[in-house]
């Protein structure tokens, strides 16, 4: 199975900073890397896909890059309502993985 | 609106058998493949299964592979996981999530993104 290494597992900012999560995938996967964002006791959102691909209705304050084995989720200015634990996962092939997670948290 | 319901969680005893079932509304479900995701209290989340939109292909977990199935009912747009032989290590709560069925090059030629999840149903196995 492919591992996907997510870092950090947390991190504090504020509200208005930059924030960079990063995963690394233990083969090339290509693009094909999503993010997700989820809030306690909700189930995940789909932020990102094709690793730069923006979902439709997510705020272009966040965006993605990479490919092969390196992915980069960037929030550029950090909201209240981004404060939630996100993950990236590959879906190059079966079985699909997930990063462990970073939970953003109000510093 | 498109929605994803899940149903048939619980508490149930290791060995047991459970079989948990998501209904899905407001798209056009036998063209969508459908995957199931589970997540440990605490924990982060876990890729389960996926089942393709014909039922045609089905992957799993090797966590889970021998003991869960995955199945459908395109005629009552609805997706089951029968689960057996349950360990402590399955309690989590459930998620099923559609696959996103985009072209190739933002989907490899086998595997895509989720991109509608339902709320999840929690399953405790406990003796």
């Known amino acids: 199975a492919i591992r996907i290494t997510q870092s950090p597992s947390s991190l504090s900012a504020s509200t208005g900073d930059r924030v960079t999560i990063t995963c690394r995938a233990s083969q090339g996967i290509s693009s094909y890397l999503a993010w997700y964002q989820q809030k306690p006791g909700k189930a995940p959102k789909l932020l990102i896909y094709a690793a730069s691909t923006l979902q439709s209705g997510v705020p272009s304050r966040f965006s993605g890059s990479g490919s092969g084995t390196d992915f980069t989720l960037t929030i550029s200015c950090l909201q209240s309502e981004d404060f939630a634990t996100y993950y990236c996962?590959?879906?190059?092939?079966?079985?699909?993985?997930f990063g462990q997670g970073t939970k953003v948290e109000i510093k | 609106q498109v929605q994803l319901v899940e149903s048939g969680g619980g508490v149930v005893q290791p060995g047991r058998s459970l079989r948990l079932s998501c209904a899905a509304s407001?798209?056009?479900?036998?063209?969508?493949?459908m995957h199931w995701v589970r997540q440990a209290p605490g924990k982060g989340l876990e890729w389960v299964a996926v089942?393709?939109?014909?039922?045609?292909?089905?992957y799993y977990a090797d966590s889970v592979k021998g003991r869960f199935t995955i199945s459908r009912d395109n005629s009552k747009n609805t997706l089951y996981l029968q689960m057996n032989s349950l360990r402590a290590e399955d309690t989590a709560v459930y998620y099923c999530?559609?696959?996103?069925?985009?072209?190739?090059?933002?989907?490899?030629?086998?595997?895509?993104?989720?991109?509608?999840w339902g709320q999840g149903t929690t399953v405790t196995v406990s003796s």
């Open positions: 089942i393709w939109y014909d039922g045609s292909n089905k």
């Open positions: 999530a559609r696959d996103s069925n985009r072209p190739l090059g933002y989907c490899s030629s086998t595997s895509c993104y989720m991109d509608v």
């Open positions: 996962q590959q879906y190059y092939s079966y079985p699909q993985t």
């Open positions: 407001g798209f056009t479900f036998s063209s969508y493949g």
